[in-house]
């Protein structure tokens, strides 16, 4: 059994700040993890019913990120990407004013190559004319991926190229670089995008999870306002996580500061996961103010991992994983975690309860 709480040295503020993704981590529902590429215009609009109608949005998650497959795998004449029309029949715009006019923001996705992961077009060699197709489109997203590039084209300079093609679009557009954490993407990342993946794809199991732990846990360091770094979308509620294994994926997301994006299936998410992806007092964790992310400062393979991190007001979280199949004790000294102020106050976030402290100094 995997066990995980959060505990804080004085009461948590629940105070959420303006989320628009760079001064806290951007929050929102993208398609891949359940869908792939099975998308169209009536998933889309309906996902945006959803995040509303379900209370996603007001728990903070804002955009609605079309991922992979919206495209065909051919320009026009002229250069234009010609979008998949058997699914998307009335093309992009409108599906983007519909999600704007639920409240939402709009995400797309291409890569920084010829083609897509799943072959269809993308923007390299074509980036100021498709940085103004998505401006046109209404997008407020761009997750750009790593697939299908010309050989010997570093990632910097192509998420460079894409970086200022988007600037010059001046359109607000948030810039995922998905490059999975090649060719060191923590050094110059956060030149030419907003937050930038750390690993490959997250899969659906709890063995994928504790491998991207193990990389995130040494690049953390380079997260922060508007870089932060990304461990993949979310896989809660896709039927493979355990409830527990579900909590710790939600706990260290949160308290890394890393994206929440959400993956499942928004109709039939069952609701004691509903309730782990909208609890207020661990959201509030991963949109604190300062968006310093937790630092890993203990682990023993398959035991116990120990994460900390500063918060705002004199605050800070702990997030404690238990990898052993049983319960365990854990005596945590405050003052290892490196909090040295005294009238320590502790509160498990899932509990909503103040804990008890032993021996305070
Ligand atoms: C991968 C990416 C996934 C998803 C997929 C689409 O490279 O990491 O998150 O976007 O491509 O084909």
């Given amino acids: 059994m995997l066990e995980v709480f959060f505990i804080t040295a004085s009461s948590l503020i629940l105070l959420i700040q303006a989320q628009d993704g760079i001064s806290t981590p951007p929050m929102g529902w993208s398609t891949w993890n359940k869908y792939g590429c099975h998308i169209n215009e009536q998933l889309i609009k309906d996902a945006a019913d959803l995040i509303v109608s379900q209370g996603y949005h007001n728990a903070g998650y804002t955009y609605l990120n079309m991922d992979d497959c919206w495209q065909s795998n051919e320009r026009t004449s002229d250069g234009h990407i010609i979008i998949d029309r058997e699914n998307f029949p009335n093309g992009i715009r409108p599906i983007s004013d519909y999600v704007h006019s639920k409240g939402l923001k709009f995400g797309i996705y291409s890569s920084a190559g010829r083609q897509t992961c799943a072959g269809r077009m993308a923007s390299s060699g074509y980036e100021l004319q498709d940085a103004q197709t998505y401006a046109n489109m209404g997008v407020d997203y761009l997750k750009y991926d790593n697939c299908n590039y010309d050989e010997g084209v570093s990632a910097k300079t192509r998420y460079e190229i894409m970086a200022k093609a988007i600037n010059t679009t001046g359109r607000q557009i948030f810039i995922s670089v998905c490059n999975w954490g090649t060719e060191n993407t923590w050094e110059w990342a956060y030149q030419y995008g907003h937050s930038f993946r750390t690993h490959d794809d997250i899969y659906n199991d709890w063995k994928s999870i504790v491998e991207i732990l ?7 360091n380079n997260s922060g306002p508007g870089q932060w770094a990304d461990p993949d979308m979310l896989e809660i509620g896709n039927d493979r996580l355990t ?12 308290a890394m500061k890393s994206p929440l994006i959400l993956g499942n299936s928004l109709s039939d998410m069952p609701s004691e996961l509903y309730n782990f992806v909208t609890n207020k007092n661990v959201i509030a964790v991963n949109q604190d103010p300062l968006g310093l992310p937790a630092k890993r400062i203990l682990h023993v393979a398959h035991d116990k991992d120990i994460w900390v991190g500063e918060l705002v007001n004199q605050t800070m979280v702990v997030v404690i994983i238990n990898y052993m199949d049983q319960h365990q004790t854990f005596n945590i000294d405050t003052h290892y975690c490196g909090y040295i102020g005294s009238d320590i106050r502790a509160f ?14």
């Fill in 214 to 220: 193990n990389v995130h846990a040494t690049v953390v």
């Fill in 243 to 254: 409830v527990d294994e579900s909590k710790t994926h939600f706990s260290i997301w949160s």
């Fill in 348 to 361: 498990d976030l899932w509990e909503n309860a103040t804990i008890p402290m032993k021996d305070q100094r």
